[in-house]
Structure formats: C-alpha cells, structure tokens
C-alpha cells in the first residue's frame, strides 16, 4: 500500500515537472515574460538656476502617477543639478504631459494650491510622454504649441541599442531659452513666451527637434521600444557643451 501511494506520488511530481517545462517552453517560443515585466520609470531633473515645481498630469481615462510614497504631489526642485525625482509609471500603457511652474508659493496645501508665476497656463512648455503601447513602443516629444516658458529635453534610457529593433531613442527638446529672444508682441509680462504665428517661427528655426503646432514633427526621428526610464530635464545644457549632438541626458 506504501509502494502504491510512493509510486503515486512519484507521477504527480513527474507531472507537474513536466508541465512547468512546458510552460516555460511555451513562454520561450512566444516570447512572452515569465514574470512581472520591468515598470518604466519617469525621471525628473532640474538644471535650471532657479527651483521648479513640476506637475505630471495623466491624460483622460488614465492612471495617475504617483508623485511620493503616498501618492501625493511633491513640491520644488531645487536648481542646478540638486532636484531629482524619480517616479514609478503604472502598469499598462500610460500617457500624459509633464510641464515645469516657476516662481511658486512654497506654502502648498490641499485647499489652497501653489500659485505660480509661469506653468499653471500658458504659456508653458510641454513634454508629452507615452509608453507600454503596441510592442511596448515609447513615444515623446517637447510642444511649444502653448508657448515656451522653461528649456526642456527628453531622453529615453535603458532601451535595446539595435536601432533597427525600436532603439532609436534620440533626445528631443531644446536647451535653448527662448525667451531670451522673445518677439517683442509674444512676451509674457510674468515671464516666457507666448505663442504667436512669429513666435512659432523663431521656435522651429532654434529648435527643430520640438513641435511647435498639432502637426509638427521633430528633426529627429524616433523609434523607441521598452525603455526602462524616460528622463525629463529642465534648464538642459546645449549638447556642444556636453558631449555633441545626439548626447543622452
């Protein structure tokens, strides 16, 4: 009778090898991830001189990104160099818009939100972020279609480097500040530029990997799959100071 239940419980062990092996195998054949695949991180850091307060707003219908450990939205980044964030995108596919406020009220609370000199309208710059789409395709770009108020750049990492396999991920955006040479009629009397038709025009001329109306592209092509981190840098350095065109922030 021991032999028998021995022998039983033999082939159940048997089976069940056999069927792990056969998942496994299934799951190298599809390609498909044996466990929880990696969550892509969203990156915020400040180079600017001066603090920023950034806001992550989700788009329609999708998931917030949680700012802190409860959930909640962070104040300032201190400037050069000293503010970084790190977030956590939720799973599936997520995307929004990530814009830099300045010249805030540090004294936040829920009832009564900062108050900015630039960021809460326009005009604002805009980095617009999408990622986990068909493939796990990453798509971003800098909008300069509400105006320009903060120089920004972003730049995928942790992507296949085959650019011929989704790893064209170049950095898009611009370290130029616009508002330096602001046309007279577009300046903003809080600070920035706005967007008018001459205004555009002066932003594609010194910034051609940006978009500056609803059917602009950039330069630059993009073709990025799987990044593990996208990474928003306000206030970025010109790239022929820092390592020469193509330079990853």
Not at 14 to 43: H, K
Not at 84 to 96: K, N
Not at 106 to 124: I, K, S
Not at 224 to 243: G, H, Q
Request: hydrophobic share 40%; with cysteine; net charge negative.
């Amino acid at each position: 009778m021991a032999s028998s239940k021995s022998n039983a419980l033999e082939t159940l062990m048997m089976t069940l090898a056999l069927a792990m092996l056969a998942t496994v195998a299934a799951a190298a054949t599809s390609q498909l991830p044996l466990g929880p695949s990696t969550t892509t991180n969203l990156t915020l850091h400040n180079l600017c001189p001066f603090p920023v307060w950034p806001l992550v707003t989700a788009n329609a219908g999708v998931p917030s990104v949680p700012t802190d450990d409860d959930g909640d939205t962070f104040g300032r980044l201190d400037g050069h160099g000293n503010g970084l964030a790190t977030l956590a995108f939720p799973s599936g596919p997520w995307s929004g818009r990530v814009v830099a406020r300045t010249g805030c009220a540090d004294d936040y609370n829920d009832e009564a939100p900062y108050l900015c000199a630039t960021g809460d309208a326009p005009p604002v710059t805009v980095a617009q972020v999408s990622v986990g789409g068909p493939g796990g395709a990453a798509a971003y770009s800098v909008s300069l279609v509400d105006g320009f108020n903060v120089a920004m750049a972003v730049t995928p990492h942790g992507f296949a480097a085959d650019e011929g396999r989704g790893g064209r991920c170049p950095t898009l955006g611009c370290a130029v500040d616009l508002a330096a040479d602001c046309p007279a009629g577009a300046r903003s009397p809080r600070g920035g530029c706005g967007a008018g038709a001459s205004a555009a025009a002066l932003f594609k001329a010194r910034c051609p990997d940006t978009r500056t109306n609803a059917t602009d592209v950039e330069a630059t092509p993009q073709d990025c799959v799987a990044p593990s981190e996208i990474k928003v840098v306000f206030c970025p350095a010109p790239p022929d100071t820092v390592a020469g065109p193509g330079h990853h922030y």
